[in-house]
């Protein structure tokens, strides 16, 4: 499971001319699911997340974590996030998740967020989707299960 956190402003999550989701100060998260994740890998992922501290406190230094301001969440699906360009030109994405076992994941990861954060906001699996965000800093954190040994 890959997870790529961007420390927003503001973001946004538009299918066919429709906000399926929109926030202001907190993480837009990237999810991409592998054909190996779990539950449980999922479970290490989201702890990993909201226990963050990269936003900054008084001193200037990145100190707090999403709970401590009060931020938001926006969970946008991504199986691009598995691509394999080693071969030609055009990527291949036979390491991501199968849909159906993908977005049932990806639904348990907002489940699971929700129950932690006030305002998860999303996107819509398997969409065409627009994401606009504002990058604050920019900060952008990659959390890769397989390196932290989880997968």
Not at 12 to 25: L, M, P, R, Y
Not at 71 to 83: C, E, R
Not at 110 to 116: L, N, P, Q
């Amino acid at each position: 499971m890959k997870f790529v956190i961007q420390r927003v402003t503001e973001a946004s999550c538009t299918v066919d001319g429709n906000v399926t989701g929109a926030i202001q100060k907190g993480f837009l998260v990237l999810i991409g699911i592998a054909d190996t994740d779990t539950t449980a890998i999922a479970d290490k992922m989201i702890k990993k997340l909201l226990g963050l501290r990269i936003f900054e406190d008084a001193d200037g230094k990145t100190n707090l974590s999403l709970a401590d301001v009060g931020g938001s969440l926006l969970l946008i699906s991504q199986f691009t996030l598995y691509a394999d360009c080693k071969k030609g030109k055009r990527p291949s994405f036979f390491k991501a998740g199968e849909p159906h076992m993908a977005n049932d994941l990806y639904e348990y990861i907002i489940r699971k967020c929700k129950e932690e954060v006030r305002d998860v906001e999303r996107g819509e699996f398997g969409a065409m989707m627009h994401v606009e965000l504002l990058n604050e800093g920019p900060f952008t954190i990659i959390l890769d299960s397989a390196e932290m040994g989880w997968a």
